[in-house]
């Protein structure tokens, strides 16, 4: 489960192996683990596909109110198109996701704004679509008025993607690491964000971009967004991996200093209390303070999941664009 913890199933009389339980309205990834083999409820459709791997890890919706945000409504929905393309850059054959909102008119005179939504480790460009419900999210927040329409794009965020391979021990070295990084923002920049203004009718100045992402998109955002001010105005890091950078934020963020305060319409950094990077993203928070840095910093109930996350982009998307 989402929590990391076993939770032991029992057999009854007829063979049938059961748990039982009472979860508050949510979605949660679960697997079973059979004779120390991981692997998805077979009978379940309803999966987030993993990153080089064959198997991936079951979804559940435990339904609840309609305040869910990543409950299905009787709204009008936004469109999912996928995307594929050759990197030059990485040197494969690669795809990235793209979120259009009701109604979306490519001919409109005012361009949309987009957002560039980042996964995590072992995810790949669906993962906030399976898990992350960032479709339905954005569906139900534009049916209130709470947010702008806008556009979402998901990136597959592996610039060396040989080192996230299962069956490649010991393969995230610090040298490895710099590359994924380099290759990925390099990507980003060069490739997706062109293709993008091209495609799709998207501003094309920083007031119409924002980036944010999770774990280790969270701290992929922060890399795209603090070290290229010229270019988004709207940053966002959901327990935000910064552990994957330059361990000397000086080397990481070499540019950053306070007079990017007014380049900046808004920096939101969230974590939950239980989360293993908690602790890694304090001392970035202290050493965004040190430089005289604005920004939000939040601290919620919850661990390293997409219970938060989704949570968390919930509340980040309202902020965005709003004149």
């Known amino acids: ?32 683990s059979v004779d120390g083999n991981v692997l998805p409820d077979p009978n379940n459709p309803f999966i987030k596909p993993l990153f080089m791997r064959a198997l991936g890890q079951s979804l559940v ?28 850059i990485v040197g494969d054959h690669r795809d990235f996701r793209v979120y259009t909102p009701p109604g979306y008119d490519p001919k409109r005179k005012e361009p949309y704004p987009v957002l560039y939504l980042f996964h995590g480790i072992t995810d790949e460009t ?17 049916a209130e ?18 080192m ?6 010991n393969g995230r070295t610090p040298e490895a690491l710099k590359k994924n990084e380099e290759l990925f923002i390099a990507s980003l920049l060069k490739e997706v964000m062109p293709m993008i203004d091209t495609l799709y009718n ?6 119409y971009r924002a980036v944010a992402g999770l774990s280790m998109g969270g701290g992929q955002s922060l890399d795209a967004g603090l070290n290229h001010p010229e270019l988004f105005s709207y940053v966002g890091g959901f327990s935000p991996a910064v552990i994957l950078l330059n361990p000397d934020y000086s080397k990481a963020f070499p540019k950053l200093n306070a007079s990017v305060n007014k380049d900046f319409k808004l920096v939101w950094i969230a974590i939950g209390k239980d989360d293993y ?13 040190e430089k005289k840095i604005r920004f939000s910093y939040t601290e919620t109930e919850g661990v390293h999941s997409y219970n938060v996350w ?14």
Do not use: C
């Not at 057999?11 to 979605?27: C, E, K, L, N, Q």
């Not at 669906?126 to 534009?142: F, K, P, Q």
């Not at 008025?145 to 040989?162: D, H, R």
């Open 1 to 32: 489960m989402d929590d990391g913890k076993l939770r032991n199933m029992t057999m009854d009389t007829a063979g049938v192996w059961s748990y039982i339980a009472v979860f508050s309205p949510d979605i949660y990834r679960y697997t079973f």
């Open 61 to 88: 919706l435990v339904p609840g109110e309609d305040a869910l945000t990543w409950q299905v409504r009787d709204v009008p929905h936004g469109q999912l198109n996928q995307h594929f393309y050759s990197s030059k």
């Open 126 to 142: 669906s993962a906030w679509i399976t898990a992350g419900r960032e479709h339905v999210i954005m569906d139900n927040l534009l």
């Open 145 to 162: 008025g709470k947010a702008v329409p806008m556009v979402i794009v998901n990136t597959l965020g592996y610039g060396a993607p040989e």
């Open 164 to 169: 996230f391979d299962p069956a490649v021990a």
């Open 202 to 207: 998207v501003g094309r100045s920083k007031d």
């Open 277 to 289: 990077l908690l602790e890694s993203t304090r001392k970035f928070r202290d050493w965004l303070q």
């Open 310 to 323: 989704r949570r968390y982009l919930s509340t980040f998307a309202p902020l965005l664009f709003k004149k």
